[in-house]
């Protein structure tokens, strides 16, 4: 059971791009669908769980988790809807090169062998991806890549703070990570739609609240999903099977007109896959920990 939970969260979350895409064409915005999903998961843990305001009002190292939080939904979210679906969710997972440097800077882990390979295979990989197809060095061609490479960077920050403030209270911790999810998303939103880059939230009908009230739902079930399945197994375990969100999205993807696959996506998407799952199994080998944070953990 705890591993068809973790895979139901890698499906739902796997398939979001395509329902952010759907509310996009009807005129909302994906950061303003991220608001509205976190919203529902802010106000249940704020009703229940009042005292953690407290605490997550007066411990600064959350905020910068809520930072991250927020920076890694907003650019996943905002990245899947707007460019190549495969693409965007390879270079989101090169979060095992950010987090071996982040984990080096903020907690002080040394650099193991296993650690380098893993860099140099996720440095590959995403040279692979990037590479444009008339040669020339390897740089983001979109937006959308743009936004996945820095959503992945903001993943690993979260994940390495998520860490660090592991002492902390898993409501507090969580209200971080919802308030992310509304406050950072929403401001960012807010910014733009003031610049005229975004429109600001509308739906055609009130019919559409009946799906995104539905999507809500949905990817809070997928993170109790999540929770119940990194609860009872170990942590790299966990990240093995988180995997499976990836060809989720990418033969989702490819069906439904999301994204394309060439040669050089799928020697690049290797590497980076296998620097990810060398990251898991690097974790077997070292004492038992928090679970990592997926895109889904920011619904905590």
Known sequence: MPVLALMFNALVWGL????????????????????????LSLLAVSFSQRQAWREFLGTP???LVMLAAGLTNTAFNWGVAL???????????????????????????????????????ALGGAAFVLAPEGGGLPWPRSLADGLGL????????NNVMLRREAARGAHARALAMFSGGVFVAGGAAAAMAGAGLVAWPALPH?????????MAVLFCLSNLSLQY??????ANVTAIVMLIEVPVAALSALWLGGGQ??????VGGACILAAALLSALERSQKPAQQAPASPATMQA
């Open 206 to 214: 009130v019919g559409w609240l009946l799906p995104l009230a539905g």
């Open 261 to 266: 696959l060439d040669f050089k996506t799928a």
């Open 61 to 63: 190292s959350l905020w």
């Open 150 to 157: 820095f959503g992945g960077f903001c993943f690993a920050l």
């Open 16 to 39: 979001s791009w395509w329902p952010f895409r759907q509310f996009q064409a009807a005129g909302l915005h994906p950061l303003w669908t991220t608001v509205c999903l976190y919203l």
């Open 229 to 234: 399945g990194a609860g009872r197994l170990p």
């Open 83 to 121: 460019g190549d679906v495969l693409r965007v969710v390879l270079l989101f997972y090169l979060m095992p090169l950010w987090a071996v440097l982040l984990a080096r800077l903020i907690l002080g882990e040394r650099l193991t062998l296993l650690a380098g390979l893993r860099m140099a295979l």
